[in-house]
T-cell receptor, first 113, second 113 residues
Framework: KQEVTQIPAALSVPEGENLVLNCSFTDSAIYNLQWFRQDPGKGLTSLLLIQSSQREQTSGRLNASLDKSSGRSTLYIAASQPGDSATYLCAVLVSGGSYIPTFGRGTSLIVHP | NAGVMQNPRHLVRRRGQEARLRCSPMKGHSHVYWYRQLPEEGLKFMVYLQKENIIDESGMPKERFSAEFPKEGPSILRIQQVVRGDSAAYFC???????????FGPGTRLLVL
Protein backbone atom coordinates (compact mmCIF):
# COMPACT_ATOMS: atom_id res chain seq x y z
CA LYS A 1 0.00 0.00 0.00
CA GLN A 2 1.37 3.37 -1.03
CA GLU A 3 2.16 5.75 1.82
CA VAL A 4 3.02 9.40 1.25
CA THR A 5 4.82 11.50 3.85
CA GLN A 6 5.42 15.22 3.73
CA ILE A 7 8.07 17.01 5.75
CA PRO A 8 7.94 19.46 7.39
CA ALA A 9 4.33 19.54 8.53
CA ALA A 10 4.54 23.29 9.02
CA LEU A 11 6.94 26.01 7.99
CA SER A 12 7.11 29.72 8.77
CA VAL A 13 9.63 31.88 6.92
CA PRO A 14 10.29 35.54 6.17
CA GLU A 15 9.51 36.87 2.75
CA GLY A 16 12.21 36.37 0.13
CA GLU A 17 13.56 33.04 1.32
CA ASN A 18 13.99 30.08 -1.00
CA LEU A 19 12.10 27.03 0.28
CA VAL A 20 12.21 23.28 -0.14
CA LEU A 21 9.20 21.11 0.68
CA ASN A 22 9.70 17.37 0.78
CA CYS A 23 7.48 14.45 -0.21
CA SER A 24 8.44 10.79 0.15
CA PHE A 25 6.56 7.70 -1.01
CA THR A 26 7.00 4.02 -0.27
CA ASP A 27 6.13 2.42 -3.63
CA SER A 28 8.44 3.63 -6.38
CA ALA A 29 6.29 2.14 -9.18
CA ILE A 30 4.45 5.37 -9.75
CA TYR A 31 2.56 6.70 -12.76
CA ASN A 32 2.92 10.35 -11.80
CA LEU A 33 3.29 12.72 -8.87
CA GLN A 34 1.40 15.96 -8.45
CA TRP A 35 1.82 18.97 -6.21
CA PHE A 36 -1.28 20.91 -5.14
CA ARG A 37 -1.90 24.11 -3.27
CA GLN A 38 -4.81 24.44 -0.85
CA ASP A 39 -5.81 27.81 0.57
CA PRO A 40 -7.78 27.88 3.85
CA GLY A 41 -11.40 26.93 3.27
CA LYS A 42 -10.80 26.38 -0.42
CA GLY A 43 -10.30 23.50 -2.82
CA LEU A 44 -7.10 22.16 -4.36
CA THR A 45 -5.25 23.88 -7.18
CA SER A 46 -2.84 21.80 -9.22
CA LEU A 47 0.64 23.35 -9.35
CA LEU A 48 2.86 20.83 -11.09
CA LEU A 49 2.46 17.33 -12.48
CA ILE A 50 5.53 15.13 -13.02
CA GLN A 51 5.18 11.98 -15.09
CA SER A 52 7.18 8.93 -13.99
CA SER A 53 9.54 9.37 -16.97
CA GLN A 54 10.36 12.97 -16.03
CA ARG A 55 12.85 14.30 -13.53
CA GLU A 56 11.45 17.76 -12.95
CA GLN A 57 8.85 20.33 -13.89
CA THR A 58 8.99 24.11 -13.59
CA SER A 59 6.35 26.80 -13.46
CA GLY A 60 7.39 30.34 -12.64
CA ARG A 61 9.04 30.37 -9.21
CA LEU A 62 8.14 26.74 -8.61
CA ASN A 63 10.27 23.75 -9.46
CA ALA A 64 9.40 20.16 -8.61
CA SER A 65 11.82 17.28 -8.91
CA LEU A 66 11.23 13.55 -8.84
CA ASP A 67 13.60 10.74 -7.86
CA LYS A 68 11.70 7.49 -8.17
CA SER A 69 14.55 5.28 -7.03
CA SER A 70 14.74 7.00 -3.66
CA GLY A 71 10.98 7.59 -3.47
CA ARG A 72 11.26 11.34 -3.14
CA SER A 73 10.03 14.56 -4.62
CA THR A 74 10.86 18.11 -3.67
CA LEU A 75 9.00 21.32 -4.36
CA TYR A 76 11.30 24.31 -4.55
CA ILE A 77 9.80 27.78 -4.13
CA ALA A 78 12.10 30.62 -5.07
CA ALA A 79 11.91 34.08 -3.52
CA SER A 80 8.88 33.29 -1.38
CA GLN A 81 6.08 35.85 -1.02
CA PRO A 82 3.26 36.27 1.52
CA GLY A 83 0.86 35.17 -1.22
CA ASP A 84 2.54 31.76 -1.22
CA SER A 85 1.09 31.09 2.24
CA ALA A 86 -1.05 27.97 1.91
CA THR A 87 -0.95 24.23 2.47
CA TYR A 88 0.99 22.28 -0.16
CA LEU A 89 -0.10 18.72 -0.85
CA CYS A 90 1.75 15.97 -2.66
CA ALA A 91 -0.25 13.21 -4.41
CA VAL A 92 1.13 10.02 -5.94
CA LEU A 93 -0.52 7.80 -8.54
CA VAL A 94 0.66 4.18 -8.64
CA SER A 95 1.30 2.39 -11.95
CA GLY A 96 -0.90 -0.47 -12.99
CA GLY A 97 -3.57 0.19 -10.45
CA SER A 98 -6.66 2.32 -10.25
CA TYR A 99 -6.27 5.98 -11.02
CA ILE A 100 -6.82 7.08 -7.45
CA PRO A 101 -3.98 9.19 -6.02
CA THR A 102 -2.63 8.84 -2.51
CA PHE A 103 -2.21 12.17 -0.75
CA GLY A 104 0.23 13.28 1.89
CA ARG A 105 -0.98 15.31 4.86
CA GLY A 106 0.55 18.47 3.47
CA THR A 107 2.98 21.16 4.53
CA SER A 108 1.39 24.28 5.96
CA LEU A 109 3.45 27.27 4.83
CA ILE A 110 3.35 30.79 6.22
CA VAL A 111 5.44 33.49 4.57
CA HIS A 112 5.47 36.63 6.68
CA PRO A 113 6.37 40.09 5.39
CA ASN B 1 -15.68 26.78 -18.88
CA ALA B 2 -16.73 26.69 -15.27
CA GLY B 3 -14.74 24.52 -12.93
CA VAL B 4 -16.04 21.78 -10.69
CA MET B 5 -18.98 23.09 -8.70
CA GLN B 6 -19.97 21.88 -5.27
CA ASN B 7 -22.91 22.90 -3.16
CA PRO B 8 -23.59 23.72 -0.53
CA ARG B 9 -20.23 25.13 0.47
CA HIS B 10 -21.13 24.82 4.14
CA LEU B 11 -23.65 22.47 5.69
CA VAL B 12 -24.69 22.18 9.33
CA ARG B 13 -26.63 19.14 10.48
CA ARG B 14 -27.68 17.74 13.85
CA ARG B 15 -26.86 14.19 14.75
CA GLY B 16 -29.23 11.76 13.08
CA GLN B 17 -30.12 14.01 10.15
CA GLU B 18 -29.23 13.39 6.52
CA ALA B 19 -26.61 15.29 4.55
CA ARG B 20 -26.72 15.56 0.75
CA LEU B 21 -23.68 16.95 -1.00
CA ARG B 22 -23.77 17.83 -4.68
CA CYS B 23 -21.04 17.95 -7.28
CA SER B 24 -21.28 19.16 -10.86
CA PRO B 25 -18.22 18.10 -12.85
CA MET B 26 -16.48 20.24 -15.41
CA LYS B 27 -18.09 20.31 -18.84
CA GLY B 28 -17.07 17.26 -20.81
CA HIS B 29 -15.97 15.30 -17.74
CA SER B 30 -17.72 12.01 -17.09
CA HIS B 31 -15.57 10.75 -14.20
CA VAL B 32 -16.23 11.93 -10.65
CA TYR B 33 -14.28 11.24 -7.47
CA TRP B 34 -15.22 12.02 -3.87
CA TYR B 35 -12.65 12.60 -1.13
CA ARG B 36 -12.90 13.40 2.57
CA GLN B 37 -10.48 15.58 4.49
CA LEU B 38 -10.60 15.29 8.24
CA PRO B 39 -8.95 17.96 10.41
CA GLU B 40 -5.16 17.56 10.44
CA GLU B 41 -5.32 14.68 7.95
CA GLY B 42 -4.73 14.27 4.25
CA LEU B 43 -7.37 13.71 1.64
CA LYS B 44 -8.78 10.21 1.69
CA PHE B 45 -10.42 8.68 -1.36
CA MET B 46 -14.02 7.61 -0.89
CA VAL B 47 -15.65 6.69 -4.20
CA TYR B 48 -15.11 6.89 -7.97
CA LEU B 49 -18.09 7.07 -10.31
CA GLN B 50 -18.82 7.33 -13.99
CA LYS B 51 -22.24 8.18 -15.36
CA GLU B 52 -24.73 5.78 -13.74
CA ASN B 53 -21.95 3.49 -12.48
CA ILE B 54 -19.93 3.13 -9.29
CA ILE B 55 -16.44 2.08 -10.37
CA ASP B 56 -14.63 1.95 -7.03
CA GLU B 57 -16.17 2.51 -3.61
CA SER B 58 -13.37 0.95 -1.60
CA GLY B 59 -12.85 4.09 0.46
CA MET B 60 -16.44 4.63 1.45
CA PRO B 61 -17.85 3.44 4.78
CA LYS B 62 -20.19 0.49 4.27
CA GLU B 63 -22.99 1.98 6.31
CA ARG B 64 -24.81 5.31 6.08
CA PHE B 65 -22.84 6.53 3.05
CA SER B 66 -23.95 6.27 -0.57
CA ALA B 67 -23.09 7.99 -3.83
CA GLU B 68 -24.64 8.29 -7.25
CA PHE B 69 -23.91 9.97 -10.55
CA PRO B 70 -27.11 9.88 -12.61
CA LYS B 71 -27.33 10.25 -16.35
CA GLU B 72 -28.64 13.76 -15.87
CA GLY B 73 -27.71 16.11 -13.05
CA PRO B 74 -24.96 16.31 -10.48
CA SER B 75 -23.27 13.59 -8.51
CA ILE B 76 -24.68 13.22 -5.01
CA LEU B 77 -22.89 12.03 -1.87
CA ARG B 78 -25.46 11.12 0.73
CA ILE B 79 -24.78 10.57 4.41
CA GLN B 80 -27.64 9.20 6.46
CA GLN B 81 -27.98 9.57 10.24
CA VAL B 82 -24.91 11.77 10.52
CA VAL B 83 -22.64 11.55 13.56
CA ARG B 84 -20.13 14.07 14.87
CA GLY B 85 -17.28 12.07 13.33
CA ASP B 86 -18.68 12.83 9.87
CA SER B 87 -17.69 16.48 10.31
CA ALA B 88 -15.11 17.10 7.60
CA ALA B 89 -14.49 18.77 4.27
CA TYR B 90 -15.78 16.72 1.35
CA PHE B 91 -14.14 17.35 -1.99
CA CYS B 92 -15.27 16.32 -5.41
CA UNK B 93 -12.96 16.03 -8.42
CA UNK B 94 -13.68 15.30 -12.06
CA UNK B 95 -11.71 14.18 -15.09
CA UNK B 96 -12.27 13.42 -18.77
CA UNK B 97 -11.00 9.91 -18.34
CA UNK B 98 -9.30 7.98 -15.58
CA UNK B 99 -5.87 8.69 -17.07
CA UNK B 100 -6.41 12.43 -17.16
CA UNK B 101 -5.73 14.96 -14.42
CA UNK B 102 -8.40 15.38 -11.78
CA UNK B 103 -9.75 18.89 -11.19
CA PHE B 104 -11.02 19.64 -7.71
CA GLY B 105 -14.04 21.56 -6.54
CA PRO B 106 -14.01 24.02 -3.60
CA GLY B 107 -15.41 21.43 -1.21
CA THR B 108 -18.36 21.21 1.15
CA ARG B 109 -17.63 21.74 4.83
CA LEU B 110 -19.97 19.58 6.88
CA LEU B 111 -20.42 20.30 10.56
CA VAL B 112 -22.45 17.90 12.66
CA LEU B 113 -23.68 19.33 15.94
Amino acid sequence: KQEVTQIPAALSVPEGENLVLNCSFTDSAIYNLQWFRQDPGKGLTSLLLIQSSQREQTSGRLNASLDKSSGRSTLYIAASQPGDSATYLCAVLVSGGSYIPTFGRGTSLIVHP
Amino acid sequence: NAGVMQNPRHLVRRRGQEARLRCSPMKGHSHVYWYRQLPEEGLKFMVYLQKENIIDESGMPKERFSAEFPKEGPSILRIQQVVRGDSAAYFCASSKSEEETQYFGPGTRLLVL
